[in-house]
């Protein structure tokens, strides 16, 4: 069975600090991976998306980064945190195809203070 | 932009009763999900209802699709205090494309 990890799970990092939030995917392969970010109180925002290694779509210019180095790897990353890039992170990833159901990994809840 | 809008934003039943809640979307869609979510954690796949499909059940969900009004909505029979989540519905446009969801409460 295909199992989706998270971490870490809780961050809390001074403002101007960098970032690296990491998510892998077992049992599957050329899976499609997904970032959101969901603030307090409120539906996902997607961030970034990727089909295959190295291949990264971007929803939204801002302060981070995605990069996928490896088929089941997706790292969100950024070089200076503001206090508006905290929120709960959770990766997700479907079949090739995109159009199905998403399966979300236990998600990184992040604060910048 | 967000896809998806759900409404009621809050709902609060007893145990046993039915909880219906309803989601607008605005442009074409192949297929709408809906998501759960308890407090603090992932979401979890509830339910995939194609375009072509106008009603889909799984257990003691429902779902209803009309494409014409673009809109869905899940109904949640016979309702347990285990039910207690935040549910989304979201529609597939490169990632999914999620409404702001709507904070369900069951109690005993």
């Known amino acids: 069975s295909q199992t989706i990890h998270q971490w870490p799970a809780t961050l809390v990092q001074p403002v101007g600090s960098p970032l690296s939030l990491e998510c892998t995917v077992e049992?599957?392969?050329?899976?499609?991976l997904y970032w959101y970010r969901q603030a307090a109180g409120r539906g996902l925002q997607l961030l970034f998306y990727s089909v295959g290694i190295g291949q990264i779509s971007s929803e939204v210019p801002q302060n981070l980064s995605a990069s996928r180095p490896q088929d089941r790897q997706f790292i969100l990353s950024s070089k200076k945190l503001l206090l508006s890039d905290s929120g709960f992170y959770l990766c997700?990833?479907?079949?090739?195809?995109?159009?199905?159901?998403?399966?979300f990994g236990p998600g990184t809840r992040l604060t910048v203070t | 932009s967000q896809q998806g809008e759900e409404d009621p934003q809050a709902l609060s039943i007893q145990e046993g009763e039915n909880a219906t809640m309803n989601c607008s979307y605005k442009?074409?869609?192949?297929?709408l999900q809906w998501y759960r979510q308890n407090s603090g954690r992932g979401l979890v796949h509830l339910i995939l209802?194609?375009?072509?499909?106008r009603e889909k059940h799984s257990g003691r969900l429902r779902v209803t699709l009309d494409t014409s009004k673009k809109s869905s909505s899940l109904l949640i029979t016979a309702s347990r205090a285990a039910d207690t989540a935040s549910y989304f519905c979201a529609t597939p446009l490169g990632g999914l494309n999620f409404g702001k969801g709507t904070s369900l409460l069951v109690t005993p």
């Open positions: 442009t074409s869609i192949n297929n």
């Open positions: 209802i194609r375009s072509n499909e």
């Open positions: 997700a990833w479907n079949k090739a195809g995109g159009m199905d159901e998403q399966y």
């Open positions: 049992g599957t392969s050329n899976p499609n």
